[in-house]
C-alpha cells in the first residue's frame, strides 16, 4: 500500500471576518440607483468606528465595487460564511455587528436572502 503524498494544510486566515460594504456609484437617476448614492459611504465609514469601538479583533471593514444587490442597497456582505445584510441607518450598522460579529448569530431583519431578487426589467 502506497501512501498518499502530504497535503500542505493551509494557514489560518488573517482576518476572522470580512465585511465589505458596497461603496458603487451609478450617475443619477439611474434606474437600479446605487448604494453610494443610498449611503453605504458613510455607513461603512461608521462601521469602522464601531468595530474598533468594540474591540472586534480580526474583523476588516471593506469597501467593495458593485455587489449586484443595487435594489436593495446599500448592501453587505459577511464573509467566510457570505451572509448579505441591508442597512439604513446607524442602528442597523449596530444591530449587525453586535449580532453577527459579537454574538455569532444574526440580524434576521436586516438580511438579504435569495428571496430579494430585483423588480423586472421595464
Not at 468594540?54 to 459577511?78: H, M, T, W, Y
Request: charged residues 30%.
Amino acid at each position: 500500500m502506497t501512501e498518499a503524498p502530504e497535503t500542505p494544510q493551509d494557514p489560518p486566515p488573517y482576518f476572522r471576518a470580512h465585511v465589505f460594504v458596497c461603496c458603487n456609484r451609478r450617475p443619477d437617476g439611474h434606474r437600479r440607483g446605487s448604494c453610494a448614492a443610498r449611503g453605504s459611504e458613510a455607513l461603512r465609514d461608521y462601521m469602522k468606528v464601531r468595530t474598533k469601538e468594540l474591540g472586534l479583533k480580526g474583523v476588516r471593514v471593506n469597501q467593495s465595487g458593485c455587489l449586484d444587490r443595487c435594489e436593495f442597497g446599500p448592501a453587505l456582505v459577511i464573509y467566510p460564511e457570505g451572509v448579505w445584510y441591508s442597512p439604513k441607518t446607524r442602528e442597523d450598522v449596530d444591530a449587525i455587528l453586535q449580532a453577527h460579529l459579537v454574538e455569532g448569530g444574526r440580524a434576521p431583519d436586516l438580511m438579504l436572502t435569495e428571496r430579494d431578487v430585483p423588480p423586472p426589467k421595464a
